[in-house]
């Protein structure tokens, strides 16, 4: 067995031998790009309180990582087609790695963004890469089943990420979090040469930067204005930011339109399933992303779970995507791509519709339901809309449709955690302010509403001051949980008043297909797939 993977597959007169393996490094690689958001977001607290963040300074922590990300993923996507597939996974664990090195040393909120940011560059190479080298790599009548794994790694990941980020705070600081990337990241490295086969595309012609810029340009602006809503008519840059995303998407729509070589084929968008599949991927992960921000705060800041507590709790939510990733695979052929994915629209919909009932006296039950139900959700629906998205695409367009889901997926995460997280901090300090204003001293009222744990440091300085006021404290406490809990309720209506609508989207948008596998193959690939289930893919680098 020779030591690296040089030979392409289709050079090999049937299927790659190790498919199965390489797919087990790519799911590996697929890993630690979503423990990096679900690991910090339960970090959060510790990091909020240590470096003495506001609401807005712990969104950019987070979205620090996914703008880069979300922003970046189509272009590099693009380049990791053109040139190397594996060489675009490689590099990108290599600077993934690099980031988690300088996040592990960090000692301020820039310090932590800075690295943060250099991890999301990584990330946005190494998630389309994985996707395009599965579609690569493994015959069509296997896709599928690769793809579901594909899907399911990512629940896996919403639990392990909380969980060994919660192990580690237990003995060590928040810091320690980004550590838990560098082993992943060198075993990946390793294993990426040895079992995943070299593909790039054949006569994909000129990239086109400039289309490629463009993107760039609107996906960072408009997470910018999201997460800077709450300032808007304080802060200029919050609607320069807006005025751009606006400017930079009819500037980057015109311009594909027209380009002979676009960096994103917009007929594709306009294609319903690709389309409302896009639409649907989007939502999701807005949804679980958005409502796990909130929920893990919850969790620790007001029913006082430790790190580890919390990750232990959120274990139902992957253990649901692994049981919808598994029925899934029966049902979509039996019922349709387009009623598998609207199901488990509706099922992600009630299950944020449930948290209305949070108030400051819930526990971790009144969360339960919602975890498994978005869970089911997720491992429903994600696998059947991801076949339909790279189905649409051709071989020399891989990476960019690998881009397409996973900027999808990245970008309705940012907005989940900018949109949801900006409704939540507003609404909590509006109603902390209506509660205690005029109660403490300007200085402290501020950092009170900033954030639940602006309150808990205050609450603490208070008790910690000579003359004491442990009433005072408590009062502060009392009324930041209830401000909180009531913000929760009110995040979670708007969370699911969005995704009911986009339920309703996705379902004029979808058509009525059996499965997103019977669709007659639109690419070079599939219309030449071997009896015996291979697929020829391109050269190696």
Same mark, same amino acid.
């Given at each position: ?226 997460? !800077? ?127 209305? =009932? ?87 009222? !501020? ?65 009525? =297909? ?28």
């Amino acid at each position: 067995m020779p030591l690296i993977a040089s030979i392409p597959v289709d050079r090999l007169e049937g299927p790659y031998r190790r498919r199965w393996w390489a797919l087990l490094v790519l799911c590996l690689s697929l890993l630690i790009v979503v423990m990096a958001n679900t690991s910090l977001i339960v970090a959060a607290p510790d990091m909020t309180l240590d470096l003495g963040l506001d609401s807005s300074q712990l969104q950019w922590v987070i979205d620090g990582y996914t703008v880069p990300y979300a922003a970046l993923m189509l272009v590099l996507g693009a380049i990791g087609d053109k040139y190397s597939r594996r060489g675009a996974l490689i590099t990108g664990l290599v600077i993934f790695g690099v980031g988690s090195v300088m996040g592990s040393l960090a000692d301020s909120a820039d310090a932590v963004i800075t690295a943060r940011a250099i991890m999301g560059v990584g990330a946005a190479l190494i998630m389309p890469a994985t996707l395009s080298l599965l579609v690569a790599t493994f015959p069509r009548k296997e896709r599928v089943k690769a793809i579901t794994a594909w899907t399911a790694t990512s629940g896996l990941a919403i639990a392990a990420g909380p969980l060994l980020a919660g192990r580690l705070l237990e003995d060590h600081a928040w810091s320690s979090t980004f550590l838990i990337n560098v082993p992943v990241v060198a075993i990946a490295i390793v294993a990426a040469l040895a079992l995943v086969p070299p593909s790039k595309a054949h006569d994909m012609g000129k990239l086109d930067l400039v289309g490629g810029v463009l993107s760039i340009i609107t996906v960072a602006a408009l997470v910018y204005a999201i997460i !800077e809503a709450p300032h808007f008519g304080q802060d200029a840059t919050a609607v320069a930011a807006a005025v751009v995303a606006a400017i930079g998407l009819a500037v980057f729509v015109w311009w594909e339109l027209r380009h002979p070589s676009p960096m994103l084929d917009l007929s594709k968008l306009r294609d319903r399933a690709v389309g409302g599949a896009t639409l649907a991927v989007l939502l999701f992960f807005l949804a679980a992303f958005g409502s796990i921000y909130y929920a893990t705060q919850y969790l620790q800041f007001v029913l006082g779970d430790s790190p580890l507590e919390t990750g232990v709790r959120l274990l139902p939510l992957a253990g649901a995507v692994f049981v919808g990733s598994a029925v899934t695979g029966w049902l979509t052929p039996r019922l349709g791509m387009k009623t598998t994915i609207i199901v488990g629209m509706v099922l992600g919909t009630m299950a944020l519709f449930l948290l209305l =009932r949070i108030d400051s006296q819930s526990g971790y039950g009144d969360f339960l339901a919602t975890l498994v139900l978005l869970g089911l959700a997720i491992g429903l629906s994600v696998s059947p809309a991801t076949d339909t998205i790279m189905g649409a695409f051709p071989e020399s367009e891989l990476g960019v449709g690998g881009g397409t889901n996973d900027t999808a997926m990245e970008l309705g995460g940012s907005l989940g955690i900018a949109i949801l997280g900006s409704v939540l901090a507003s609404t909590y300090k509006g109603g902390l302010g209506d509660t205690v204003g005029g109660q403490l001293p300007a200085a402290m009222l !501020e950092t009170a509403k900033d954030s639940i744990g602006g309150a808990q440091a205050v609450a603490q300085q208070i008790m910690a001051a000579p003359a004491g006021g442990v009433p005072q404290a408590q009062a502060l406490l009392k009324a930041a949980n209830s401000a909180f809990a009531d913000a929760v309720s009110h995040t979670s209506l708007i969370g699911g008043i969005i995704l009911a609508v986009g339920t309703v989207a996705v379902a004029l948008l979808l058509p009525n =297909r059996r499965s997103g596998t019977d669709v007659p193959p639109t690419t070079t690939v599939e219309a030449t797939e071997a009896a015996d289930g291979s697929v020829p893919v391109p050269v190696g680098d």
